[in-house]
């Protein structure tokens, strides 16, 4: 799923009576590409919740076979 950053992600309610709820919030725009955990699960601050991943700027590797399109690939070109 696409995320903002500062987007409200998730909320954890406390295991405790007492303490707050904590929201979780994205550090920078891009896509949740793993979600590591579940409904019901108990997590402490060390768990990893979910990975985001910035897809502004990506890196393609790839290979071209000579033909007549070969002369159009040019270096920095955007990728479809």
């Not at 995320?3 to 009576?17: H, I, M, R």
């Not at 700027?57 to 000579?66: H, S």
């Amino acid at each position: 799923d696409k995320v903002a950053k500062g987007q409200e992600l998730a909320t954890f309610q406390p295991v405790f009576v007492g303490n707050s709820a904590v929201t979780l919030s994205s550090p920078i725009s891009g896509y949740v590409t793993q979600l590591n955990v579940t409904l019901g699960q108990a997590i402490t601050p060390e768990t990893n919740v979910m990975q985001i991943v910035d897809t502004s700027n990506v890196l393609v590797k790839g290979i071209a076979y000579a033909g007549t399109d070969i002369e159009t690939i040019k270096v920095g070109q955007k990728a479809r």
